[in-house]
């Protein structure tokens, strides 16, 4: 009898919800071209610049007071950070959530009903257009940074990630690589409100809401600068080995490995048709130095290059770069790995090159790449052991041998790959990972000696990666590295045309010396009254072709100004004569009123009698400061210069 009294009160209160959903208006949003590419039911993608356009369409199933329908474009991100506790609570993990994008579509007042009353079966309309900016507003992002660079990269909008029902390239439903503690998303959503009538506030009647994917445009940014012997957690870009005889033996030499960051992975336009995969290259460079002159380099064996996602996310606002150090050292940090194999072949075939001793680049230690202008930067450094042995003086010089491997690079289609990116809460991140497996040498079957060519320093090395191997073996010995790499991605057209117009821009302002804002800035202005000369160029900028008789009227009170003028400079070197013969100033020059440099005495001013005025001697005038060479020296008068007040913006 309870049970079924409990049964019947649950279908009351289904029914009575079912009947407040009925009640609310109906929403549909729908998107113009909303396919972009896709396949189906699934979900286009968009871009930077790309333009969003739709409409809403909302249909009442009875009659609805309400006060305005809002549209907005929003962007949001989501983390959940699980604490490591001994025993487990429901309270042991912090969550975080931020809305860094709000686009609002004004709705044209002629859409709207009057009264507002959504009448019962009447369908509104209210179309809708966004774009998708290149990057957030500053206010989006107020906490501090550790560097600038890491600032504007939070600015940046971050693609879509976490959402199963949106990862994909339009056509299936792939894998982002990222946690379900982690989440960034974009949608349109509708709501309509109206006030409540106990109080005036305003509330929500109902409101919808429509995914959209983005794909943000991302450049290549400089390789990262990673200082050897740093972190060896994160990148490690060189190392060294020891390579043994076998086992209970001496040592054969020391095998070293390096290499660089490569280009990065560029992803096409989420709608472009292209459907050429992305690739890029890694250069391994390998050395070898001899323990004698009898050693011979090691034969190589698999190299394996593998590729990991690395997602960071925090429930705090990361105010310093993603670092494996930093979220050991933050409970409010974690991070989350997934390898992904890109290839595996064999290298045994690779030529090595020997380098008699002493053909070394002098005084080579290891160095930045930046610093190598001559051949000897396809040489890398030798292996510690050895540079400590030669810089000792002990011993005598062994020859080295050098190989350089060229590992071609794709992404695999069965996994979805979002761009390099780092916001303030997520941060997306890829390592490549390469393993080269070589074999000790015992006896001559495991040397290279049937791949050595003795060569004289600096020449070119090419490498050639062709046969499968099958002497590795889980017992061989490895060096592994850690490179950073990025995943850049293109822009729509609109994006790639303002990028090019702005760099052509930059470009010609460039090479002018100096940008139109700093120049107008530093020019100097006259705040007080206008001397004769800018009251002239005034009139000859306002003057218009149509009138003649005004232009003659310039003319004519131009040439009196100038008569004043010259009669003021006239009293003045008597003046200043006068007094000198007063003083004793035998030096005093006498003044010839055909011969006198104008240019140099001062001007008065227009409004003023000269009689009324001071006028300071033309030595003690301080020297103006023009705004090019080839403007005309500024005439001084009761003007001063000083920057505009509209040129300090804020």
């Known amino acids: 009898m309870l049970a079924e009294s409990i049964a019947s009160h649950t279908t009351l209160a289904s029914q009575a919800r079912s009947l407040v959903q009925m009640r609310k208006p109906i929403i549909e949003i729908a998107l113009k071209n909303a396919d972009r590419g896709s396949v189906g039911s699934y979900i286009g993608s968009y871009t930077t610049l790309d333009t969003i356009e739709g409409q809403v369409a909302i249909t009442a199933t009875h009659d609805t007071r309400f006060e305005d329908v809002q549209i907005t474009f929003e962007g949001s991100m989501r983390t959940s950070v699980e604490r490591m506790s001994p025993t487990p609570s429901p309270s042991s993990g912090t969550e975080a959530s931020k809305t860094f994008l709000n686009l609002s579509q004004p709705v044209d007042e002629s859409c709207y009903p009057h009264p507002r009353v959504a009448e019962a079966g009447r369908t509104y309309r209210f179309p809708f257009t966004f774009v998708v900016p290149p990057q957030q507003l500053p206010s989006s992002c107020p906490h501090r940074c550790e560097n600038p660079q890491l600032h504007d990269a939070h600015l940046h909008l971050p693609p879509s990630l976490g959402d199963p029902s949106l990862s994909g390239n339009g056509k299936q439903l792939l894998d982002d690589l990222a946690p379900d503690m982690s989440k960034i998303s974009y949608a349109i959503k509708v709501r309509i409100t109206r006030k409540r009538e106990c109080d005036g506030k305003r509330i929500s009647v109902t409101e919808a809401t429509k995914k959209v994917r983005i794909v943000p445009a991302f450049a290549e940014q400089p390789p990262l600068a990673i200082t050897e012997g740093g972190d060896e957690g994160d990148y490690v870009l060189r190392r060294e080995k020891a390579v043994k005889r076998g086992l209970f033996k001496g040592k054969l030499g020391h095998l070293v490995m390096q290499t660089s960051q490569p280009k990065s992975f560029h992803l096409p336009a989420p709608n472009s048709l292209s459907a050429c995969p992305s690739n890029t290259m890694a250069t391994i460079k390998l050395r070898f130095d001899a323990a004698d002159q009898h050693s011979l380099p090691p034969r190589l064996g698999q190299l394996t290059a593998k590729l990991k996602a690395v997602t960071y996310y925090s429930s705090s606002h990361m105010s310093h770069g993603p670092s494996k150090a930093a979220v050991l050292a933050s409970p409010s940090r974690g991070v989350y790995i997934e390898t992904v194999p890109l290839s595996s072949r064999s290298v045994e075939s690779a030529r090595w090159e020997k380098h008699e001793g002493g053909s070394d680049c002098p005084n080579m230690s290891r160095r930045d790449s930046a610093t190598s202008t001559t051949s000897c930067s396809d040489i890398i450094a030798p292996s510690s052991s050895i540079a400590n042995t030669n810089s000792s003086g002990g011993g005598k010089p062994t020859p080295f041998y050098t190989t350089t491997v060229l590992v071609p690079l794709s992404l695999p289609k069965s996994k979805s790959f979002p761009p390099s990116f ?229």
């Open 422 to 650: 780092h916001s303030c809460l997520v941060s997306r991140v890829y390592v490549l990972d390469l393993v080269l497996a070589f074999h000790h040498v015992g006896n001559s079957k495991n040397s290279a000696s049937s791949n050595i060519s003795t060569i004289k320093s600096g020449t070119t090395i090419n490498s050639a990666t062709t046969k499968p191997s099958l002497l590795t073996t889980a017992t061989s010995p490895s060096l592994h590295l850690k490179v950073p790499l990025q995943i850049s991605s293109a822009g729509s057209h609109a994006h790639t045309l303002a990028t090019k117009e702005a760099a052509s821009e930059l470009d010609q302002l460039l090479a002018l010396g100096v940008l139109p804002e700093a120049d107008e800035f530093f020019t100097p202005r006259a705040v007080g009254p206008s001397s004769l000369q800018s009251r002239h160029e005034q009139q000859q900028h306002h003057h218009h072709p149509r009138h003649p008789t005004q232009s003659h009227h310039y003319h004519d009170q131009h040439q009196q100004q100038q008569q004043q003028q010259q009669q003021q400079q006239h009293h003045y070197h008597q003046r200043q004569g006068q007094q000198a013969r007063r003083t004793g100033n035998a030096h005093a020059p006498a003044y010839d009123s055909t011969s006198a440099d104008l240019s140099a005495v001062p001007e008065a001013s227009p409004q003023l009698h000269p009689q009324s005025q001071s006028q300071p001697h033309p030595e003690t005038l301080p020297a103006p400061h023009s705004a090019s060479p080839s403007a005309p020296p500024p005439r001084y008068g009761s003007c001063y210069y000083a920057p505009r007040p509209t040129d300090f913006k804020t």
